[in-house]
């Protein structure tokens, strides 16, 4: 399933933009990043837990957020991309 993660750290104190850091970095683990604050991640149930797991252990509730859209098993026919950014299909192999 495509899973939509976004996500604002406060990043006003040092240990605001390490938070920022290590969602980012686990973010990575699971999926391609495509703006800024949001990652494309095709991930089973399973990985979807483990993932929602780690970064709500590595954020603050009271400063930070996370949001996460499931996007189901048909997420082609419902992701539009418009813009300057190269549109990535992240069930394909990626190869860095």
């Known amino acids: 399933m495509l899973i939509l993660v976004t996500y604002d750290v406060n990043t006003q104190d040092k240990e605001g933009?390490?938070?920022?850091?290590?969602?980012?970095?686990?973010?990575?683990?699971y999926g391609v990043r495509v703006q800024n604050s949001v990652f494309e991640c095709?991930?089973?149930a399973a990985q979807f837990r483990m993932l929602k797991k780690k970064l709500?252990?590595?954020?603050?509730?009271?400063?930070?957020?996370?949001?996460?859209?499931?996007?189901?098993?048909?997420?082609?026919?419902?992701v539009e991309h418009i813009g300057a950014k190269p549109s990535v299909n992240v069930e394909d192999e990626l190869i860095f």
Not at 17 to 29: E, G, H
């Open 56 to 78: 709500t252990d590595e954020i603050l509730s009271e400063k930070d957020s996370l949001r996460f859209y499931n996007l189901g098993d048909r997420s082609k026919s419902k």
């Open 42 to 44: 095709v991930v089973d």
């Open 17 to 29: 933009r390490k938070r920022l850091r290590k969602v980012a970095k686990q973010c990575m683990n």
